[in-house]
């Protein structure tokens, strides 16, 4: 085989090597955008049915969202609240807007993770057989500070309460377990 042939192969296999990298890129790419995200579709539905417009008077920016879900919880601990999802593009992309009906104040968080404050000496892979029996991800960890960012179990409007409950079981393993609050300066 003379030197033109090898330059002709090399050449020929190169293109046809990024050719099928691109096509793979491509299959992967379209796969992500085709994969639906269950919290924008979950409750689309109670949009058109006529979900609770949000009260006037909160921060702008909370306004700007667009609702996903609204439902009223009854609770024998708690007073009864109304709740809504939020869809935003930002970095909370999901939030949790909660009106206490008995105060008329609100509270906002993170509608898709909880915050675990864990206990001294206990260690992050300590949580991993609590995380696993309860089908729950861990997202992100702050060694330093002891805290860990845990998804929760839905994406139902209880799902910040029912994932809290759920931990109790575990609570030798933290100091504390609650929402991602949302702060508005």
Excluded: C
């Excluded at 949009?47 to 439902?71: C, M, N, S, T, Y």
């Excluded at 007073?79 to 939030?95: A, G, R």
Aim: proline share 5%; charged share 25%.
């Amino acid at each position: 085989m003379g030197k033109t042939d090898r330059i002709f192969v090399y050449i020929m296999g190169f293109v046809l090597g990024s050719l099928l990298v691109a096509m793979i890129m491509n299959r992967r790419a379209h796969k992500e955008e085709a994969s639906v995200d269950p919290w924008v579709t979950h409750n689309a539905a109670a949009v058109k049915a006529g979900a609770e417009e949000l009260p006037e008077g909160l921060p702008e920016v909370i306004q700007r969202g667009e609702i996903l879900d609204f439902g009223i919880l009854p609770s024998a601990a708690e007073p009864q609240v109304k709740v809504w999802h939020l869809n935003f593009d930002e970095s909370y992309p999901y939030v949790r807007v909660v009106e206490h009906l008995s105060t008329g104040e609100f509270s906002y968080m993170a509608a898709d993770q909880i915050l675990i404050e864990l206990a001294d000496g206990v260690d992050v892979t300590a949580l991993k057989p609590m995380l696993d029996a309860l089908e729950l991800r861990l997202r992100m960890f702050n060694r330093k500070d002891q805290i860990a960012v845990v998804g929760v179990l839905s994406t139902q409007i209880d799902a910040v309460p029912a994932t809290i409950e759920a931990l109790q079981p575990y609570a030798e393993l933290f100091r504390s377990v609650g929402p991602d609050v949302i702060v508005f300066k």
